[in-house]
């Protein structure tokens, strides 16, 4: 298995989720931009389930040395990465945020997929799993610079999927919605509208298992964002959303 963005919440959870399923992997190749982090939760992961990984530094903001990835064989690519930043009120002019934001969620992200990707599909097998966001389905006011690169990461997963279908590789879109972890941490999120690691963890897993192609974490939010998505424009660019 190889895990890029190894610090998230939701990827950590998988990892435990797919293990405590009976899951085994030769290795798991944890990418991360914070190794001391990382390191902690491979090790807890090498002790419990007796289960070889490996814990590889990766910033996607700075130039990739692509060499890193040429000996690593898997069938399973989770990809957590992602990075929130400052909402459009405080950061809509600040072009270092808009530049992080794009290149984290999106531009510097989509060529290492698609290394895994040819792998994959030289192989004739494997599993791409990509979390998006639901803040993708529309942009709103309140986060458009994050939301269009979501955007554009849902079009190329879904353009990625299509090509990749009649190759034997499957690509899974995941729209986790709200998400307690530490890169919500502070924002006033409603409960009822916000899902916990190891519950998105159990969904995606099980999505996995079944091949879906698009997963709402919480079905709430696909009738949510079908609502938004089909709200005129006339009215839709009135509203503080």
Known sequence: ??????????????????????????TIYFFTSNK?????????????????????????TKEINYNIFDKIDSNLLFCATGFLGKGTEEGLYDNANTEKI???????????????????????????????????????QSNFIYGSSKAAFTAYLSGLRN???SKKVH?????????ETKMT??????????AKPKQAAECIYKAYKKQKNVVYVLPIWRLIMLIIQHIPEFIFKKLKL
């Open 163 to 165: 090509y990749l279908f």
């Open 1 to 26: 298995m190889i895990i890029l963005g190894s610090t998230s919440e939701v990827a950590q959870a998988f990892v435990e989720k797919a293990l405590n399923a009976g899951e085994k992997y030769e």
């Open 102 to 140: 794009i290149n984290i969620n999106y531009a510097k992200l989509v060529p290492i997929i698609n290394y895994f990707a040819q792998k994959f599909e030289g192989k004739r097998e494997g599993t791409i799993i990509g979390l998006s966001s639901v803040a993708g389905d529309r942009g709103r």
């Open 185 to 194: 941490e502070g924002l006033p999120l409603n409960s009822k509208l916000t």
């Open 36 to 60: 001391e982090i990382t390191e902690r939760f491979a090790k807890h992961i090498d002790v419990k389930y007796l289960q070889q990984s490996v814990v590889l530094e990766l910033d996607i």
């Open 171 to 179: 690509v899974m879109t995941v729209k986790p919605g709200f998400m």
